[in-house]
């Protein structure tokens, strides 16, 4: 699956895409979840910013990676002082990045194959989003694009995280140890 360019067609207008109450609502409730979260933070499928958004996350504390070029630009503009790297999620490695909390906020850990998953050190912690295997992301709805991306049950997250908890959030399943 080439993740590279899919979220380059929308990348101008994604945050747009997510001006509605239940979005707002639904970002609070992930912020407030995220709270007490440990820094430096590795943001995975930063896409234009939203973690720092909502956490206030200081530059130096911080660490963006995301296969989108084009949502880079976007998040570059919004938050110049932090850093970003742009890379195919598959060519994280996760060991030679400074970071006490690995984050993927909505469905972004659902475009990760799963040896790279995998490959997240289990004495950090996670905050991963993985879409339900039942779900048609709103973000294809709203902007019109199909996505291709990983489809993980709840059962197979148990098997490669069970070091963490799942909970069922709205149509994500959140792996944490947060």
């Excluded at 992930?30 to 709270?35: E, Y």
């Excluded at 709805?141 to 489809?151: I, T």
């Excluded at 098997?159 to 709205?170: A, K």
Aim: glycine share 4%; net charge positive.
């Amino acid at each position: 699956m080439n993740t590279e360019n899919q979220y380059d067609a929308i990348a101008e207008r994604y945050d747009s895409l997510f001006n509605d109450r239940a979005s707002i609502k639904e970002n609070e409730q992930v912020a407030k979840m995220l709270c007490h979260v440990q820094k430096p933070v590795m943001d995975i499928g930063c896409g234009t910013g939203l973690l720092i958004d909502l956490l206030s996350v200081m530059d130096d504390e911080y660490i963006g990676v995301d296969p989108s070029a084009k949502m880079l630009e976007q998040f570059r503009h919004k938050h110049p002082k932090h850093k970003s790297v742009n890379i195919p999620f598959e060519w994280l490695n996760p060991s030679q990045v400074n970071y006490r909390t690995a984050v993927a906020l909505f469905g972004s850990a659902s475009y990760i194959r799963e040896n790279a998953l995998r490959s997240l050190p289990r004495r950090r912690r996670l905050f991963l989003m993985f879409y339900k295997e039942d779900y048609h992301p709103v973000t294809y709805e709203r902007s019109g694009h199909e996505l291709k991306h990983y489809s993980y049950t709840k059962r197979k997250l148990y098997d490669m995280f069970p070091h963490c908890r799942i909970r069922n959030f709205g149509n994500y399943y959140i792996v944490t140890n947060v």
